[in-house]
């Protein structure tokens, strides 16, 4: 099938063969003439499928038909969870609206708000936004969503574990009801359904690929080793294989310059890309990696989101990640539009719990290799399909600084204060006493001082009107 069977106009045919493409993938077979004809999408696809296509071609031919965006509007707003998706979606859009009187713009934070919102005086007809920028740019009054006839979320399942939630539903009541929403996300969870749930109108539900699968033509396998001798198996790793354009994954942040340094000690070019560095730094690293001038991009996984690098062919998993999903995001970047790639995991036996959880959501066990030197001194235990994750238990000091967090919260000393004290007798009935209260005490006391005010004061004027006669 081409482009040009999925009733896509020339001038877009032109931009895409351009950009080096010939043929439409799975997703977007089945996305454009959904979107085409006006329908709300819901797709499962995963990093690399050509979603990015799959939604902007046709909302971009559809654009192409209505009136000009007007000031301090849009007309289609595309959420992503980072700047560097931001980037990347803002750069395809651009690529294919070249042959269009279509205008397009990109905001996201880091970065200075004032030329943000210049730009948007003049209205833009596709913004790419994330949706704390986004949120800022609102209440300055810099942008209206009145306009709005199409919404797309991108990576959607990245947003919500980045706790972008609440800001998306803040967004969704600031736009029209009538439009055209657009779903991609590369993994279900049950947040993510109930969003659909509410956002979406009678979805057309597409899934090219099994929910939170991975790519066949990656291959997977783990490396059982010691913490503490990850670094020194990674760079033997990169340096016996003499692997280059690696992607390295770490949990954190101080962890990522961590690695990076230790690859550099051993000769290895390396750089590392996380939220601490300035937009600038990021992309100057961000470049250097894809000029091949770097062999490793140590990156966390909110940092790599929308790195889009072609032929990526080995990733390094140096932590597992926390959430599981992620791993699916993560191995997402090698292996792409139908070339081979490699997925290498280094855990250690304090991951198992990880480990399992990853091997449940993808239904398969990861292979585990043994590196002659550095075989493990814990072991990891072995892992078995559908075994349910034991939750650790906290410890004994957090649970003691919960239980006073507990007991001296409002709440409970006012629980504490309503309960009855165990020992405590059962309350009898009070007997009545014939003594007054103090309440009736007081009142008859200032009763009866009144009255004699009242005597002292009618004597007074007896005694001055008989002096007043004997005058």
Known sequence: MSFKQLNLIQPIIEAVNKAGYSQPSPIQTQAIPAILAGKDVMAAAQTGTGKTAGFTLPMLQRLSTGEKALANSTRALILVPTRELAAQVAESVQSYAANLPISSFMVFGGVKINPQMMRLRRGVDVLVATPGRLLDLLERRAIKL?????????????????????????????????????????TFSEDIKALCHTLLNDPIQISVNPQNSTAKTVKQWAHPVDKKRKSALLSYLIGHHRWQQVLVFVKTRKGANKVAYDLQKSGIQADAIHGDKSQGARTRV???????????????????????????????????????????????RTGRAGAEGQAISLISADEVDSLQAIENLIRQKLQRRLVDGFEPNHTVPETHLSAKIAKKKPHKKKLAKLKAKQDSSPSSQRGKNSRPKSN????????????????????????????KNQSRNKTSRAAGTSSRRAT
């Open 286 to 332: 961000l470049k250097s990696f894809k000029a091949k001038e770097l062999d490793v991009l140590v990156a966390t996984d909110i940092a790599a989101r929308g790195l889009d690098i072609e032929q990526l062919p080995q990733v390094i998993n140096f932590d597992l990640p926390k959430v599981a999903e992620d791993y699916v995001h993560r191995i997402g």
């Open 146 to 186: 009145n306009k709005v006839e199409f919404l797309v979320l991108d990576e959607a399942d990245r947003m919500l574990d980045m706790g972008f939630l609440p800001d998306i539903k803040k967004v969704i009541n600031k736009l029209p009801a009538e439009r055209q929403n657009l779903l991609f996300s590369a």
């Open 424 to 451: 405590s007798r059962p309350s009898a009935k009070k007997k009545t006493s014939n003594k007054p209260s103090s309440k009736r005490k007081n009142s008859a006391n200032k009763n009866a001082a009144a009255r």
